[in-house]
């Protein structure tokens, strides 16, 4: 399967895109045996690569032996990306897709999406909130915005499952005010998408977003916040409907904050 949109349509033409994909350079981000993600530039403008040639059967096995789930290939983005645009939730958008190769363990296939450019990430932008507060009127833009994403993701079907803060980019070709944010989800190659999230993993992407906010100064009206606007019903409904969740979310969180302080970010 092929899918071709500009530059890469016109680029490629007549040419086996397969091929092309790898003659591609510029900054390479991660080099891996069975994957490869880099930044280049077409037309003076900005992309981003990822290639997947296989990861072979003895890295499946490995991956489900210890209950993982394996990334065999760029599809998992892909139909994310198509979902989330479905949904209304901002994030990349796909200008060239492939993959060739019924054997998962062999499968060849590539992504390439569009930078967005100029951003930064909101780990990096709240890097400082534990000892200087934004402006009570941005934090609270902020936990909005990622609350609705969130919440019609999952409502939509996506689970995540790298759900961080860093992988929500606030967009900064503008000044970055309460009254005009813009955020994109990124990073979507582990995601999953179904008719429905599963709770398990729903509840496993909160408990990612909620370990990796706890060093940057929320209050408990803020977590109140988050959990109005992402279940989009009256919080005190939420508040009774979903009390076991609290109680595993504080717990899981607790668990992820302990290992990353016993071994730094390697989580």
């Not at 397969?18 to 037309?43: D, H, I, K, N, S």
């Not at 979902?83 to 958008?93: F, Y």
């Not at 759900?163 to 944010?181: E, N, R, W």
């Not at 100064?217 to 979903?242: C, I, M, N, S, V």
Request: overall charge positive; glycine content about 6%; proline content about 4%.
């Amino acid at each position: 399967m092929i899918e071709l949109h500009e530059p890469f349509a016109s680029l490629w033409q007549g040419k086996d895109p397969f091929v092309e994909v790898e003659r591609l350079e510029g900054q390479v981000y991660r080099e891996l045996e069975g994957r490869r993600t880099l930044r280049t530039e077409v037309a003076e403008r900005g992309y981003f690569v990822k290639i997947h040639r296989g990861i072979g059967w003895g890295e499946i096995a490995k991956n489900l032996l210890s209950a993982k789930l394996p990334v065999l290939g760029a599809r998992n983005e892909q139909v994310a990306l198509q979902r989330l645009a479905a949904l209304g939730v901002p994030s990349m958008r796909s200008v060239a897709y492939g993959v060739r190769g019924a054997n998962p363990a062999a499968q060849h296939s590539f992504i390439i999406t569009e930078e967005l450019a100029p951003t930064t990430d909101l780990e990096q932008f709240s890097l400082h909130w534990a000892k200087q507060p934004p402006a009570p009127a941005l934090k609270h833009a902020l936990i909005a915005k990622v609350a609705d994403m969130a919440g019609r993701m999952h409502r939509g079907g996506v689970n995540h499952r790298d759900f961080y803060i860093c992988h929500f980019l606030l967009h900064t070709d503008q000044p970055v005010q309460a009254g005009s944010l813009r955020l994109s989800l990124i990073d979507l190659h582990r995601a999953q998408t179904r008719t429905a999230t599963p709770k398990r993993w729903r509840n496993k992407d909160l408990a990612a977003l909620y370990f990796s906010v706890l060093d940057i100064g929320l209050t408990r009206r803020d977590r109140l916040r988050f959990l109005r606007d992402y279940f989009a019903q009256p919080l005190r409904k939420t508040l009774a409907d979903e009390a076991r969740l609290f109680t595993w979310l504080e717990g899981k969180a607790a668990k992820l904050y302990a290992r990353k302080q016993r071994y730094g970010d390697a989580l």
